[in-house]
């Protein structure tokens, strides 16, 4: 793979928010930025590594309040890599996956920066696996969809061995369960919400199409939170929440002395 050459962006997917979970690339471009963009998702404890002299703008979004909007974001980028910087624009899961990244890409393409993506680990594969929860799993469900909870979900193919993975789902997460529920998953069909995955706040809650609403109101669910619905869900362990991964600990147990 090349370097990180002036005057251009790279697009890194900094996975879902454990600063193991990057990958080697995204890394090694991070680590070689001159300015670094942030959203509030992502392995934010990578940027405690980053030299002094870094410029590190934070954009970070919240559901329904975007400090920075996207077309501003779009212009940072491009104005940065136009003085000459490394400019990474570090992302939450995947830059591709719900992320906006597409877009980014092609505004600074169209100004004629260079962009390189690298890809990350998306929270819509690897947050219900901190459950034990696979999206495919032979014998049970051989295939996914992923979905914003905004979009169509009453588009969504199958029954409970089709798994449905929603992101920002848990504001509207009753109209959802009540649409999914009204067609061949029915209200039997198990749903678990894994949250803050590799957070602080991180926590597992498991009920079906027809009681995750109230289950989820009644524990007080909240944002960001990964909504896997399908029988896939059966195989959960909840067990699985204190795997070594579940805390920030794994990069300062090896720096610890021996
Ligand atoms: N590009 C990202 C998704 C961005 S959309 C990716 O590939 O993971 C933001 C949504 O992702 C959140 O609303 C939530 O549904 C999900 N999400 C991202 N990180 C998460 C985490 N650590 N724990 C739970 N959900 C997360």
Excluded at 36 to 52: E, S, W, Y
Aim: charged share 20%; proline share 8%; hydrophobic share 45%.
């Amino acid at each position: 793979m090349n370097g990180f050459a002036p005057g251009s962006v790279a697009l890194v997917g900094g996975g879902p928010g454990h600063p193991d979970l990057i990958t080697v690339r995204g890394r090694q471009l991070l680590l070689a930025a001159d300015v670094v963009i942030v959203d509030r998702l992502g392995p934010r404890a990578l940027l405690d590594d980053l030299a002094p002299d870094v410029e590190i703008i934070d954009v970070g979004k919240q559901p329904h309040h975007h400090p920075v909007p996207q077309w501003r974001i779009n212009e940072l980028l491009v104005e940065h890599a136009r003085v000459g910087k490394r400019v990474v624009r570090l992302k939450g899961g995947d830059p591709f996956v719900f992320g906006r990244g597409g877009e980014e890409a092609e505004f600074c393409r169209a100004a004629g920066v260079p962009v390189e993506v690298v890809p990350g680990v998306t929270s819509a594969i690897a947050v219900p696996s901190i459950a034990g929860i696979p999206v495919t799993h032979r014998g049970v469900a051989a295939g996914f969809t992923v979905l914003s909870a905004h979009t169509d979900i009453d588009q969504v193919p199958g029954g409970p061995e089709h798994t449905v993975i929603l992101l920002m789902g848990v504001s509207g997460l009753a109209a959802t369960a009540a649409t999914l529920a009204a067609g061949r998953r029915g209200t039997d069909c198990p749903v678990a919400i894994v949250e803050d995955g590799y957070g602080d706040g991180q926590r597992v809650t498991i009920g079906t199409l027809g009681t995750i609403a109230a289950d989820a109101a009644a524990r007080g669910v909240r944002s960001p939170a990964v909504v896997v619905v399908g029988d896939v869900v059966r195989l959960a362990d909840p067990e699985l929440e204190h795997a070594p991964l579940a805390s920030h600990s794994t990069l300062s147990n090896r720096e610890a002395p021996q």
